[in-house]
């Protein structure tokens, strides 16, 4: 655990504040520690307020309070983000951000001449 939370910080540490401010976090997150529930985690992000479900689907107004780190009062607990997806809450608890799989092309409808 030691390990993964090193790993997020020194993600951070190449990140500047603009470029914190330029990382949208809207999206399904599947929790890959510590977690609470089996089911994806969202984030609806508008400006620096954030709307989070985790993967227990229990909600939770949040805000980015300085570039890099969501502050979430309800749960009583910040955590960090980096700009690969990755988010590592204070208790433990880490959401990697879900790239679904493009839609496949529809298959071309048959030429009929008449």
Same mark, same amino acid.
């Given at each position: 655990?030691?390990a993964?939370? /090193?790993?997020?910080a020194?993600s951070?540490?190449?990140?500047t504040p603009a470029?914190?401010?330029?990382i &949208?976090?809207?999206g399904?997150y599947?929790?890959?520690q510590?977690?609470r529930?089996t089911?994806?985690?969202?984030i609806a992000q508008?400006?620096?307020?954030?709307?989070?479900?985790? #993967?227990?689907g229990?909600l +939770?107004?949040?805000w980015?309070d300085?570039p890099g780190? /969501?502050w +979430?009062?309800?749960?009583? #607990?910040g +955590?960090?983000?980096?700009?690969?997806?990755? /988010?590592?809450f204070e208790?433990?608890t +880490?959401w990697?951000?879900? /790239?679904?799989a493009? &839609?496949?092309?529809p298959a071309?409808?048959?030429?009929?001449?008449?």
């Amino acid at each position: 655990m030691k390990a993964l939370a /090193i790993i997020a910080a020194l993600s951070l540490v190449g990140m500047t504040p603009a470029a914190a401010q330029d990382i &949208l976090l809207t999206g399904p997150y599947q929790c890959v520690q510590h977690c609470r529930g089996t089911g994806l985690a969202f984030i609806a992000q508008n400006a620096w307020q954030l709307n989070l479900v985790n #993967e227990a689907g229990l909600l +939770a107004r949040a805000w980015i309070d300085y570039p890099g780190h /969501i502050w +979430a009062p309800a749960w009583n #607990e910040g +955590a960090v983000y980096s700009g690969d997806g990755f /988010i590592l809450f204070e208790d433990g608890t +880490a959401w990697q951000r879900v /790239i679904p799989a493009p &839609l496949p092309t529809p298959a071309p409808l048959p030429y009929t001449h008449g």
